[in-house]
């Protein structure tokens, strides 16, 4: 027992004085598309501590390393360590955007948390996207995200819709992939009821009615849903 905790012992002495060996990136995309790569990463280490790669493996600022990951603003959070082989080793976790924000203020993703996330020249996450009267932070930014996180958090709803819209009132409007109409669902309040009754008029009432029969649906106020008929053409 006491050779072999030597031998450990002796083993990351020797590892500790060695040089460091180069950096490696592994990063969790949570189910994501990619907006990162690890080379990106490695790049930004070295590029803000260029020396690493000359110092001794137990000479390396590990906390330093982390934060100077940390600064892609596609990463959520990293961790730095050594590996047995004399790498220094990043661990990062990608941020998971739900929908994309395109407005006035610009063009950026919102992530499941909340936080504001640049579009990426790498790829191009395949969201629900939210446009119109948006403000860059604010009430009007966090109703959109309210939205576009309970559409996340139901998986049975998200396809159904590709587009949200928020107007000069501050009312949510959701674009649905079927039909030819809008979705009024108002404020991001009381969105179990609303989506209860919009899904139960879409299974009893349009069936019936013709997709193609009207231009707004309203979910906007408490135990309604009011269609307003499409005139197109009359």
Known sequence: MLLIVALIVAANLWRGSSQVQGIRVDIDYCGADTLVMPQQVADL???TMPDVTSQRLRDVDLSKVAKAAVASPWLLRCEAGTSISGTVVV????????????????????????????????????LIVASGNIPPRGKGLRDVWTLASYLDGHKQLAPLFDQIYRD????????????NHVVQIGSPDDLDSKFINLMAFYHNA????????????SVKYRGQVVGQRNTAGN
């Open 168 to 179: 000069a009132k501050g009312d949510l409007f959701l674009t649905p992939k079927l039909g």
């Open 206 to 217: 349009l069936p019936q009615a013709g997709w193609e029969t009207y231009s707004q649906i």
């Open 91 to 126: 661990h990062g976790v990608q941020h998971r955007p739900i929908v994309r924000v395109c407005s006035r203020g610009g063009e950026y993703y919102l992530d499941d948390r909340g936080y504001r996330v640049p579009v990426s020249r790498v790829g191009s996450a395949d």
């Open 45 to 47: 280490v070295l590029n």
